[in-house]
T-cell receptor, first 115, second 116 residues
Framework: EAQVTQNPRYLITVTGKKLTVTCSQNMNHEYMSWYRQDPGLGLRQIYYSMNVEVTDKGDVPEGYKVSRKEKRNFPLILESPSPNQTSLYFC??????????????FGPGTRLTVL | AQKVTQAQTEISVVEKEDVTLDCVYETRDTTYYLFWYKQPPSGELVFLIRRNSFDEQNEISGRYSWNFQKSTSSFNFTITASQVVDSAVYFCALSGDQTGANNLFFGTGTRLTVIP
């Protein structure tokens, strides 16, 4: 089944404790992206990647890191999480980016709480 | 800068009524792409439609239809004969070819409640 998976789905952590949210897709997509969803703000793009070893900042990259060492994986890293990073996080992928007739597939979401 | 405005925060309709969700966008790009996504109560995001700026034809898919008007920078979404399963948060989004290509800018969403 074609899908985007995220782990963990739920995470409660404390300020300053490094964490990684994994994202994996099995569709051989080149483009992957991370978003955060906050009440009243909709979804905002954190980082995206056009292909292996190619990443770029989205709208709200501060406090986050990403890497794209393999085509299928695009982990989101919070080196020193803070309470303002409490949010619902979505990973997404599409075949060739947002241009062209490319549907973007979203993962199920990761709800992160930073105490 | 890219911006998407969904002025309707919440809408309630009675089942079988038609409802239109408004989306107004701002961009300086000449080529851009507009999207609608549905987020049901279970939380996942479901792709509904993607439209590029050169294609102003309206689109219909079953009970769903979209009205794209470049003159008013709007990309409105209409659900005909609404059903309870249509209850969800709906997001409009924009991506441009020149300004931050492959950045996707979402509106704040419209929560639709369909009352049986």
């Amino acid at each position: 089944e074609a899908q985007v998976t995220q782990n963990p789905r739920y995470l409660i952590t404390v300020t300053g404790k490094k964490l990684t949210v994994t994202c994996s897709q099995n569709m051989n997509h080149e483009y992957m992206s991370w978003y955060r969803q906050d009440p009243g703000l909709g979804l905002r793009q954190i980082y995206y990647s056009m292909n292996v070893e190619v990443t770029d900042k989205g709208d709200v990259p501060e406090g986050y890191k990403v890497s794209r060492k393999e085509k299928r994986n695009f982990p989101l890293i919070l080196e020193s999480p803070s309470p303002n990073q409490t949010s619902l996080y979505f990973c997404a992928s599409s075949l060739l980016g947002l241009a062209g007739k490319n549907e973007q597939f979203f993962g199920p979401g990761t709800r992160l709480t930073v105490l | 800068a890219q911006k998407v405005t969904q002025a309707q925060t919440e809408i309630s309709v009675v089942e079988k009524e038609d409802v239109t969700l408004d989306c107004v966008y701002e961009t300086r790009d000449t080529t851009y792409y507009l999207f609608w996504y549905k987020q049901p109560p279970s939380g996942e995001l479901v792709f509904l439609i993607r439209r590029n700026s050169f294609d102003e034809q309206n689109e219909i898919s079953g009970r769903y239809s979209w009205n794209f008007q470049k003159s008013t920078s709007s990309f409105n979404f209409t659900i005909t004969a609404s059903q309870v399963v249509d209850s969800a948060v709906y997001f409009c989004a924009l991506s441009g070819d020149q300004t931050g290509a492959n950045n996707l800018f979402f509106g704040t969403g419209t929560r639709l409640t369909v009352i049986p």
